[in-house]
């Protein structure tokens, strides 16, 4: 059953600790170190280098299931990052071969259906390196990349997100054919049952592990995305229509021709109301395109907002 309590800065993080005990592997995940005394989680994190909002952000949604945190765009990536990459290596390096070495110990090498066991369960090791060092290999780095200000054309988080599937099926048919069908001694029924725990543990854990990706990670680096696009937009824009003392300069007739325009007169129009002759207007819409290197009705509109020739309301968009 979740703990509905929505933990603050402001709260001891042993108080937190002892209402949830199995936050203490996440604790390492975050590099935060054990020894901090009666200090609050604003506090601890801080002195550890941890950001505040991030790790309560995670705890809170691993501990009750609280999605609905106040400032999506303050949850700290690199921090995400650090997180996710300590958390494989715990369960790679050491959750892992633990319970195989548990497992090993607890059935006899000689019996048929153990060994089958054995084989079940390095299959499953296997498919789960196999994800998590695709994370390593592929989305670390794209997000990496990200960070740095750039946005590669041959991944997103669209394409990881479809990869993104549950792996541990294999751990469950596991831990159900242990339970089912394998007889035991007392002595090894006792081994059995305690490495079926872990394996319980484990699986919550990576359940765990994968909803932190699907709704704090994943969404955190769609909104990376989205801003580092809207970004590249406005600078396109921006390089498109340069201001003017970075161009040739126009003159006040090609001025009045662009407002004239905008405002959606024809050239016969434009020569009538500047007093000017058709082929005028013509040979200053020439020139205007030259300068500015903008072709379309479209642009010089835009080059017209932007540079205070025309209010934006006057324009018939």
């Known amino acids: 059953m979740k703990d509905q309590k929505m933990?603050?800065?402001d709260d001891k993080l042993i108080s937190i600790i002892s209402d949830n005990y199995n936050?203490?592997?996440?604790?390492?995940?975050?590099?935060?170190n054990l020894g901090f005394g009666d200090k609050t989680v604003k506090e601890v994190c801080e002195d550890q280098g941890v950001d505040t909002y991030t790790f309560l952000t995670v705890i809170n949604f691993t501990i009750n299931g609280y999605r609905d945190y106040d400032d999506a765009a303050r949850v700290s990536v690199p921090t995400l990052i650090h997180y996710l990459q300590a958390s494989h290596a715990y369960y790679l390096d050491?959750?892992?071969?633990?319970i195989r070495k548990q497992l090993?110990?607890?059935?006899d090498a000689s019996d048929n259906l153990a060994r089958l066991i054995m084989k079940l369960y390095d299959e499953y090791a296997q498919s789960i390196r196999k994800h998590m060092k695709y994370e390593e290999q592929m989305v670390f780095p794209y997000v990496q990349e990200l960070q740095e200000g750039r946005v590669p054309t041959d991944y997103n988080v669209a394409?990881?997100?479809?990869?993104?599937t549950q792996t541990d099926q294999k751990l469950r048919e596991l831990k159900n054919i242990i339970i089912k069908y394998l007889p035991t001694?007392?002595?090894s029924n006792n081994k059995l049952t305690a490495t079926l725990y872990n394996i319980y543990n484990c699986e919550t854990w990576l359940q765990e592990h994968a909803d932190v990706e699907e709704q704090i990670f994943i969404p955190a680096i769609r909104r990376m995305e989205m801003k580092l696009k809207q970004n590249d937009v406005s600078v396109?824009?921006?390089?498109m229509i340069k201001p003017a003392v970075e161009q040739e300069m126009l003159s006040d007739r090609e001025r009045d021709v662009i407002?004239?325009?905008?405002?959606g007169m024809t050239n016969k129009e434009i020569a009538d109301h500047l007093n000017i002759s058709t082929n005028t207007v013509i040979t200053h819409r020439r020139n205007i395109a030259r300068k500015l290197q903008i072709h379309s009705p479209a642009g010089l509109t835009i080059y017209a907002i932007v540079n205070n020739l025309v209010d934006i309301s006057s324009v018939k968009l």
């Not at 050491?94 to 633990?98: E, G, M």
């Not at 394409?159 to 993104?164: A, E, N, P, Q, V």
């Open 7 to 9: 933990y603050e800065p």
């Open 23 to 32: 936050i203490l592997q996440s604790l390492g995940s975050f590099g935060i």
């Open 94 to 98: 050491f959750q892992l071969p633990a």
């Open 104 to 107: 090993n110990d607890a059935l």
């Open 159 to 164: 394409t990881y997100s479809k990869h993104h």
């Open 185 to 187: 001694d007392g002595l």
């Open 236 to 239: 396109k824009i921006s390089n």
């Open 259 to 263: 407002v004239a325009l905008v405002q």
